[in-house]
T-cell receptor
Framework: DAKTTQPPSMDCAEGRAANLPCNHS???????VYWYRQIHSQGPQYIIH???NNETNEMASLIITEDRKSSTLILPHATLRDTAVYYC????????FGTGTSLTVIP | DAGVIQSPRHEVTEMGQEVTLRCKPI?????LFWYRQTMMRGLELLIY????????DSGMPEDRFSAKMPNASFSTLKIQPSEPRDSAVYFC?????????????FGNGTRLTVT
């Protein structure tokens, strides 16, 4: 698994886009980038993943740089319910979670 | 689909007692992971199985911890004897291992308190 680096915390105004960065400069060619979030002590919730192309689903968009050394998770219209810890993982088989980014959506 | 099912949701036990946590993965998933989460150490990978076979147990903290997967639909994590420092939330997760792209799906966890 590639090591990932995320800012420890971020704020975002409600209704605005939340852009959460992740650095994974040592990612190997067959490792995917996954994003999860965890609200309170619930189980981590899968959001999105990708290899090298940008991805979008009903929850978020994932932008991966061309060199694959970093990515950004975009929540297009953040709501208060998006307040959570967001984890970025670069892996093929094992899912090691770092400390993530604590996102606070402000009314 | 019912998702990953863990039981019990809460467990309170006294130091020295045996504790067994249970997990039922999503039907059709052939990889299963056990995690432990504490404020101090975050979310730690303890062990994972592929096709019921333990692949990596390097995260298991001590010999007091053991995990089994007797069949594709059931796994247990056992702590014997339990200690107060084992207090944590334990998560089970499963994925369909058909390649590198399938995501991991988590259960709601078991909150263990050892007094």
């Amino acid at each position: 698994d590639a090591k990932t680096t995320q800012p420890p915390s971020m704020d975002c105004a409600e209704g605005r886009a939340a852009n959460l960065p992740c650095n994974h400069s040592t990612i190997s060619g067959n490792e995917y980038v996954y994003w999860y979030r965890q609200i309170h002590s619930q189980g981590p919730q899968y959001i999105i993943h990708g290899l090298k192309n940008n991805e979008t689903n009903e929850m978020a968009s994932l932008i991966i740089t061309e060199d694959r050394k970093s990515s950004t998770l975009i929540l297009p219209h953040a709501t208060l319910r998006d307040t959570a810890v967001y984890y970025c993982i670069a892996t093929g088989n094992q899912f090691y979670f770092g400390t993530g980014t604590s996102l606070t959506v402000i009314p | 689909d019912a998702g990953v099912i863990q039981s019990p949701r809460h467990e309170v036990t006294e130091m020295g007692q045996e504790v067994t946590l249970r997990c039922k993965p999503i039907s059709g998933h052939n990889s299963l992971f056990w995690y432990r989460q504490t404020m101090m150490r975050g979310l730690e990978l303890l062990i994972y199985f592929n096709n019921n076979v333990p692949i990596d147990d390097s995260g298991m903290p001590e010999d007091r911890f053991s995990a089994k997967m007797p069949n594709a639909s059931f796994s247990t994590l056992k702590i014997q004897p339990s200690e107060p420092r084992d207090s944590a939330v334990y998560f089970c997760a499963s994925r369909e291992k058909t390649g590198y792209y399938s995501p991991l799906h988590f259960g709601n966890g078991t909150r263990l308190t050892v007094t």
